[in-house]
């Protein structure tokens, strides 16, 4: 079992929809947790940064961490073509230092 | 802040031939990594630096990569010699230290031939 996993998608919605990004994980000792995207032949660029438990919004942007269940999520809220992107989260925390990354998921936001 | 500055943003080769990336990262930022990304893949870490020293290279292929980093600032990644498998974009990441969020230059999209 990989210790995060996320859908690479491809995910397809019309312009204005609420959009739904969700990445799983297993290792219970994950404190700090990140949303990237990254567009076509960019780098990734930092979108959210959360520690532990609860909510945190930016914008038209929402993530969510639920430790119990081990998921969190990103929600964009009245989404634009320009959020076509893949998204990628990561995680680290307890003894790994290592920063662990999804495998993204392809968004596209149809006008 | 200027970001993270990679060069160059191509390079095509042949294999067994040899290349070479260079980075630039943010002023003041004493951690600097080296991932590799494969198309449709998340982010593979190579090597971690914090200032000049080693922190994590575990999964750098060390017969044929090998990364310094000058000063505690620059930072460069050879790949010598190299294989069809290393077509992938390169990129560089820093940080203030260990548990800050990662800010990534754009990348060198390597091909080998």
């Known amino acids: 079992q990989k210790e995060v996993e996320q859908d690479p998608g491809p995910l397809s919605v019309p312009e204005g929809a609420i959009v739904s990004l969700n990445c799983t994980y297993s290792?219970?000792?994950?404190?700090?947790f990140m949303w990237y995207r990254q567009y076509s032949r960019k780098g990734p660029e930092l979108l959210m940064y959360?520690?532990s438990s609860g909510n945190k919004e930016d914008g038209r942007f929402t993530a969510q961490v639920d430790k119990s269940s081990k998921y969190i999520s990103l929600f964009i809220r009245d989404s634009q073509p320009s959020d076509s992107a893949t998204y990628l989260c990561?995680?680290?925390?307890?003894?790994?230092?290592?920063?662990?990354w999804g495998l993204g998921t392809s968004l596209a936001v149809n006008p | 802040e200027a970001g993270v500055a990679q060069s160059p943003r191509y390079k095509i080769i042949e294999k067994r031939q040899s290349v070479a990336f260079w980075c630039n990262p943010i002023?003041?930022?004493?951690?600097l990594y080296w991932y590799q990304q494969i198309l449709g893949q998340g982010p593979k870490l190579l090597i971690q630096?914090?200032?000049?020293?080693?922190?994590?290279d575990s999964q750098l292929p060390k017969d044929r990569f090998s990364a310094e980093r000058l000063k505690g600032v620059d930072s460069t990644l050879k790949i010598q010699p190299a294989k069809l498998e290393d077509s992938a974009v390169y990129l560089c990441?820093?940080?203030?230290?260990?548990?800050?969020?990662?800010?990534f230059g754009n990348g060198t999209r390597l091909t080998v031939t």
């Open positions: 002023s003041g930022h004493a951690t």
């Open positions: 990561a995680m680290w925390g307890g003894n790994n230092r290592k920063l662990i």
């Open positions: 290792n219970s000792a994950f404190q700090y």
């Open positions: 959360t520690y």
């Open positions: 990441a820093s940080s203030l230290q260990g548990n800050s969020p990662l800010h």
């Open positions: 630096f914090q200032n000049n020293g080693v922190v994590d």
